[in-house]
């Protein structure tokens, strides 16, 4: 470390050259960050869906609801501990564009199923059980358009309509939150029991869900419960497809595409950029310097200081510039969230891949730093001194 | 002036084969750069394109008031038989309105590229389809017959879907279906669906004699608002009708957006770091020729022409990676065909990655903006390179 500050001067005496590599890697590390930010809204948060929930639907389609009946017969199902169900409203505010998940819901079953990702204060809680036409919105909708307790708002129904075909008119009852890291803070639920008034009888969509949510006991029985329900419905009507949340989840994002390895590819594309760009400069930076390093050698440092020496100062060069980077990048993550305004609400930088960022830092400015500092480190002497 | 930019920018450019391992890492960082560029607005391009080979401005979509989507709409078969009545649809030989009542449904299927089920739109349609979607044909296999289970496929989701082959059976809940051809639509978002017969759609989803949306023919061009007035107005009918172009205009909003804003924040951070990338390289291309410079300098060439043959230098090079970009793009992506999922209709779509010559203009314009920025900086410092002490220089 007592040489740090003969690496430092070095940095210094062509301030320029140092600012702009530094500027390189910082600008990489910040389109790292934006892009695993990317990476996880696409992955719809497969990493916070719970193993321990199942979700039950319609084998042919979530658009054929299931019929309220079930609720019971999965109830009875050993292992299982919780059962809710939800009704796809759409609808939005104001103007089409303005639109996020809304679901129509058992209140009271949906808030025990969901207590970490749905947390709603006591009181609010109570007031919402206790309301018809009440509501409980996430944090972000919540704030994006101003809305605060007590509110009446008119949300028009795109599948459901109101029998006077006015928007439908719901009181905040309630905001909630969620500590877990990219959950989903955007949508709103209301009772399904206000939904059903419109639904005429025969039409055959009254009382029947889009979807189950159910808890279990144990996850590792999570196959064999499935199994099971999916069993007790073949051969009706309505025959059903039981997974656990994740896999659902999983799905879903697969079915948007492999988005995931696009912005790997060009995380990697960007990477290889940069260490040639920055790897190059370097040893630029060290060739000028044959002479000195021959200097050093003459007044006794080791081969492998030497190396340390060049090693450190380009390490130094990654860290100050691929730090900031990742440092802003978190920063613009977490404060500025979803860019696209409400439509990828998973929308975050996950803490491996902080880590693995970090890693990244090291890794570029040791590598960048290898051949020429192996090479600094190999010099002969009287070559170096007479090179000039 | 102008024989002395020549002189020194020719021994530059002359000299960039002496300088080939740091001219090239500038070339291959531009090169990234412009083939991410491209490759991520091409998905933009290629979602456009197919919304626009789906909207013909002829026909008018007619969805139930307050829908925004065919998912989410729903008309009865009463509403149905008052739009055939309406003016302003044309009407074949022998006097029938040129009017399809449609039914717009999802069914799981597995993707051919991951395996895992995937929702493909199944569209119940009846004999007027064939006569108001005119520009669909048959490529393979034969029509559906009426009344019968038997389904026909777009090329594009016989593409991207496991198993979809003429002769298959497939099943889905109580129904089963034999897939009897594979139709083309001109590139439409059709080419993604399932079709069949309404009349046996309708009970397999317990849709009574409903439909979902009614796809009309003008009679004349401008025979929009009229059709459209008489609609609104009837107070038998709460519907909304739009052009098709319109609507499929509509559609894919939150889609492209999506792809947009992201390619955009990449392409910028790229497109910076990029500039950093250039400027080093240059920087470093003019450290190393300092006493060359000098020389010049010394021999009574102004500092002019040494930023001008900098600057076109740093040019040269970045065009020379937004070719080499835009082309391994044009290569690797053109045509690619993949389906996403599109929020708005809750189905899959299929679409071309489209490398279109704009696209590849703006990506040239983008790296030649990197390549002018990039040099400034090292143009400036060769210019002002005090002659002396860079005469002394290595």
Redesign the interface.
Known sequence: MKFLPIVWRNLLRRK??TI??M??IF??F??FG??MA?RSAFAMGVDMAGVSRLMVI???????PLPASYENQIRMIPGVTGVTHANWF?G?YQE??NNFPTFAVDAETWLQVYPKEFEVPEDQKKAFLADRTGAVVGASTAKKYGWKVGDRIPI????Y?RPD?GPWEFTIDGIYDSKIKGADKTNLIFHYALLREVIPERS?FRDRYNWYVFTIDNPDRAPEVAAKIDAQFANS?S?T?TNTEKAFV???A?????IGKIMMG?VA??M???L???G??MA?AIR?RTNELAVLKTLGFSEGRILGMVLLESALIAIVGGGLGLVLSYTFITLGGD??GG??PAFYFPTPMILAGAGLVVALGLAAGLLPAWQASRLRIVDALRR? | MLSQIIAVTGVNIRSIRERL??SS??V??IA??V??FVAVLSIAEGVAATMKASGDPMTVMIL??????E??SGLAGDAVRLIQDAPGVARDGSGTPLISPELF????HP?K??G????VPLRGVGPEAFKVHDKMKIVQGRNFEFGRNEIIVGQAAARQFVDLTVGRTLK???STWTLVGIFEDGGAVSESELWCDVKVLQPA??R?NSYQSVYAKLGAPDAFQQLKDSLTSNPQL?VTAMRASDYYGSQT??LQ??IR??GG??AV??G???I??A???M??AV??RTREIATLRALGFGSFPVVVSVLVEASLLAIAGGIVGSAIAYVAFNGFE????N?QS?S?IAFKFAVTPRLMGQALFYSLVMGLVGGM?PAI?AARLPVVTALRE?
Do not use: C
């Open positions: 320029f050259r702009f590599t500027g390189a600008f990489a910040l389109l934006v892009l990317i319609d084998k042919v389609s979530i658009i054929n759409g939005y089409p564009r028009h129904g795109d599948i309509q075909g055959g009507p025959e497809k999983s799905d879903w697969k079915q948007v595409g492999d060009i594309m960007a290889f950029t940069i040639l760009v920055s190059n400069t630029q000028e860019p696209t439509l990828l000039n | 391992g740091s890492v500038a291959i960082g990234g750069v083939l991410v139930r008031a307050g829908s925004t989507t998912m989410t449904v999802v069914v799981d993707l590229r991951s895992s089920p995937a929702n889905w809940g109580e989803y317990r009574g709460t909003e939150v957006m999506i804003v992201i924040i990449i951070l790229m910076v770091g990029a950093f990338g400027v080093i390289t920087y470093t450290a190393s993949t389906a996403t999922m929020f809750f899959q900086l410092r290595l």
